[in-house]
Structure formats: C-alpha cells, structure tokens
C-alpha cells in the first residue's frame, strides 16, 4: 500500500540508404460518463472509473474528417505536389517498407495482403513513417532525443508534404500523400506525442492520458481511414468511422500501457492515472515495489474493462471499411485483446512478467479475423 539525433534537410536524390526508425504504437471528455465495476463477491465498494477522456472536438477530428473526406483535394496547401519520382526508385522504396512492416508487424501485415496493391503500399508507407517517429523517443538513439531533434521531424514531415522527401523511405509516404486525401494533422499531432514522451512521466488522472494515447496510436488510425476506404454500401457517417478508428488506437494504447508497467517503471515512467491508483490505496511506489497486491488485481481489472470498452467500439466501425480493408483492423483487434488475455492469465502480474501472444497464436487469429471480416460484410448487405 501507498506510504508516504540530428536530422538535416535535404532533397530526395537517388536510393538514400533510408535508416529506420519501432512504433507503439499508436478523447472524447465525452461528458462524465462512468463504467460500472463488476459485481464481486467482497462487500467493498470498488470505484466507477470513466469511461472517456476529452472530447473530440477538442482534438478538431470533425475538421480532420472533412478534409480527408474530400477524395477531389489534392491540390490544397496541406497536401503533396506530386513529385516525379523513377518508376524503380518508387517500387524499391515501398519494397523496402514493406519488409519493415513483414519484419516487425507480421500479423498486421499477412492481413494487408487481400487489399488491392496501391493500398498496400500507402499502408505500409504510413506505418514505417510512424514507426521511425516512434523511434526517436523509445529506440537506441533516444539518448540523442532532444526538442531540436522533434522540431526538426516536423520540419522534414512538412517537407514530406511539400513534395521535398529526404529519403527513400519518406519518398514513398510522398507518393501515398499524392495518391489518398490524407491531411497532415494526425502526423504532426503524433510529433506532438513523442514531445510528450520527454517531458512528462506522469498523468494525473484519465484524460490526461487519453490526450496521450491519442497523439501516439489515435492518430493512427485517422491516418489509415483514408487509405483503407469506406465501404460504399455503409451507411454510416464518416465520423463515426473515424472515431471507431480512433477508438481502436485509443485501446491498442492503453493495452500497451498495461502490458508495458513493469519495463515502464525500471525507467522511472507510470503511465497510469495517478487519481485512480490513489482510489485504490496504491501510488507510485507500490508500482516500483512491483509486487502483485490484491488491490493491484482490482486496479487491474477495472483497467482492462476500459481497454476492452475502447475495442467494442472499434469494432463498430471495422465492418464500415472496405471489405479487402477489414482483415487487417480485425487481426490487430484480436491480436491486442489476447494481449489483455495474458494479463489476466498471469494474475494481473505485469511487474515481472510479459503478456506475450506468441507466434502461432497470432497466426491462428488470422482465419478468425478474416471470417468476421466477410461475416460483418453480409451484415451490411443485409
């Protein structure tokens, strides 16, 4: 219990060798709405925990979604000129994407692999960009970090936009950005998340950390609505797809966070809400002691409720995707909600234990995801 790097512009020129960068990746103070604990057999009376963090006009979606949802807009300032770029040149780069995304995203991507070929490419262009993002933060040159580092990413994200790559890797993002409406936004807002990585290594209560997992994994899946598509015969609106794209990032997120407690705290980060820790009876130091309390089992649960609040509602708007689009949101869906399976199964001891999905059963995920991908695509006919 609780007592007291340096990057440098320049243009695109020939097949830059192209170094990546791993991501995580990847808000709606929707008025106080509230989950209900699970009833349990012990009289006490366990807190009710929100359910939402800040709202989504907050965050401008609604403006994101409508510029994104002009297909005919290629032309306005935030987006790409097209650069003209050698057939080999483009096809080496995304080929080179593609073997990032195959290497450290495997189920992800055999579930791209029904889309048709131009959204494959921009999938796995908007990945390796996000992954090398990441990077700059949690990967081996995070020492190097600093705010000049990430002003500069931002710069060279602009430049991405402006048609100027720097490299290979950022060439075939400027050629998605040429191809799909994608508004620059959600990858500046990531930039913003990856600031917050240096300067903040504590959340006070939910939507601080909602606002946190949005700049990170939310902003992914705004990114990925446009590439992926809506189905023509839905008949929901566009943003109710994106925020169920959101929600999925939202809950990837939070599951990270929870998987990631013990590795978090050997560097002194609680990615937690200090609030909901206090509600019960624990603090920091019960999360450096790591050690495995019955107060932490309850903490944890209620935690993983939430988690699993956040995938029902991606659920909702998988079906509304195109259908050769659906098979990889539904793996990554499964995929992280056996996350939270193993959590459970190693009785919530996230200290010194990882819940790990091993290979074979996220293989086994894939005919399962596939078939909810068809099923949930006659639902929509019907």
Same mark, same amino acid.
């Given at each position: 219990?609780? $007592?007291?790097? $340096?990057?440098?512009?320049?243009?695109?020129?020939?097949?830059?060798?192209?170094?990546?960068?791993?991501?995580?990746?990847?808000?709606?103070?929707?008025r106080?709405?509230?989950?209900?604990?699970?009833?349990?057999?012990?009289?006490?009376?366990?807190?009710?925990?929100?359910?939402?963090?800040?709202?989504?006009t907050?965050?401008?979606?609604?403006?994101?979604?409508?510029?994104?949802?002009?297909?005919?807009?290629?032309?306005?300032?935030?987006?790409?000129?097209?650069?003209?770029f050698h057939?080999?040149?483009?096809?080496?780069?995304?080929?080179?994407?593609?073997?990032?995304?195959?290497?450290?995203?495997?189920?992800?991507?055999?579930?791209?692999?029904?889309?048709?070929?131009?959204?494959?490419?921009?999938?796995?262009?908007?990945?390796?960009?996000?992954?090398?993002?990441?990077?700059?933060?949690?990967?081996?040159?995070?020492?190097?970090?600093?705010?000049?580092?990430?002003?500069?990413?931002?710069?060279?994200?602009?430049?991405?936009?402006?048609?100027?790559?720097?490299?290979?890797?950022?060439?075939?993002?400027?050629?998605?950005?040429?191809?799909?409406?994608?508004?620059?936004?959600?990858?500046?807002?990531?930039?913003?998340g990856?600031?917050?990585?240096?300067?903040?290594?504590?959340?006070?209560?939910?939507?601080?950390?909602?606002?946190?997992?949005?700049?990170?994994?939310?902003?992914?899946?705004?990114?990925?609505?446009?590439?992926?598509?809506?189905?023509?015969?839905?008949?929901?609106?566009?943003?109710?797809?994106?925020?169920?794209?959101?929600?999925?990032?939202?809950?990837?997120q939070?599951?990270?966070?929870?998987?990631?407690v013990?590795e978090?705290?050997?560097?002194?980060?609680?990615?937690?809400?200090?609030?909901?820790?206090?509600?019960?009876?624990?603090?920091?130091?019960?999360?450096?002691?790591?050690?495995?309390?019955?107060?932490?089992?309850?903490?944890?649960?209620?935690?993983?409720?939430?988690?699993?609040?956040?995938?029902?509602?991606?659920?909702?708007?998988?079906?509304?995707?195109?259908?050769?689009?659906?098979?990889?949101?539904?793996?990554?869906?499964?995929?992280?909600?056996?996350?939270?399976?193993?959590?459970?199964?190693?009785?919530?001891?996230?200290?010194?234990?990882?819940?790990?999905?091993?290979?074979?059963?996220?293989?086994?995920?894939?005919?399962?995801?596939?078939?909810?991908?068809?099923?949930?695509?006659?639902?929509?006919?019907?």
């Amino acid at each position: 219990m609780c $007592s007291t790097f $340096s990057l440098s512009a320049k243009p695109c020129t020939g097949a830059d060798n192209g170094k990546f960068l791993h991501s995580k990746s990847l808000v709606t103070r929707a008025r106080a709405e509230v989950i209900a604990a699970p009833k349990r057999s012990s009289q006490r009376a366990f807190p009710r925990l929100l359910k939402h963090g800040i709202p989504h006009t907050d965050l401008q979606v609604h403006e994101i979604v409508e510029r994104q949802s002009q297909a005919n807009s290629l032309s306005k300032q935030d987006i790409c000129r097209k650069p003209e770029f050698h057939p080999a040149f483009l096809e080496e780069a995304y080929e080179r994407c593609r073997n990032i995304c195959a290497e450290y995203a495997k189920t992800f991507y055999l579930g791209t692999r029904l889309m048709t070929e131009e959204r494959q490419k921009a999938t796995w262009a908007i990945y390796v960009w996000c992954r090398r993002t990441d990077e700059l933060v949690d990967g081996p040159n995070a020492v190097l970090m600093s705010t000049a580092v990430l002003d500069r990413w931002e710069e060279r994200l602009q430049d991405i936009f402006d048609g100027r790559p720097y490299d290979m890797l950022d060439a075939a993002l400027t050629d998605t950005i040429s191809k799909f409406p994608l508004d620059i936004k959600p990858f500046r807002d990531m930039i913003e998340g990856m600031r917050m990585d240096t300067r903040k290594f504590r959340y006070d209560n939910f939507q601080e950390l909602y606002l946190y997992c949005y700049y990170v994994a939310g902003t992914v899946g705004l990114m990925s609505v446009p590439v992926m598509g809506i189905a023509a015969e839905s008949e929901a609106s566009a943003q109710s797809i994106y925020n169920a794209a959101l929600y999925l990032g939202i809950g990837n997120q939070l599951t990270n966070i929870l998987r990631d407690v013990g590795e978090d705290a050997l560097r002194g980060r609680v990615y937690l809400p200090q609030d909901e820790l206090a509600q019960f009876g624990l603090c920091d130091q019960d999360v450096f002691a790591r050690k495995v309390t019955d107060g932490w089992r309850e903490f944890m649960k209620e935690q993983i409720i939430r988690a699993r609040f956040y995938f029902n509602l991606a659920e909702e708007g998988a079906s509304k995707l195109e259908k050769a689009s659906r098979w990889p949101v539904w793996s990554s869906l499964l995929v992280y909600q056996k996350i939270l399976d193993a959590i459970e199964d190693n009785d919530y001891d996230n200290f010194t234990k990882r819940a790990y999905v091993g290979r074979t059963k996220k293989l086994l995920t894939l005919p399962l995801a596939y078939t909810k991908a068809q099923s949930m695509s006659r639902l929509i006919l019907q």
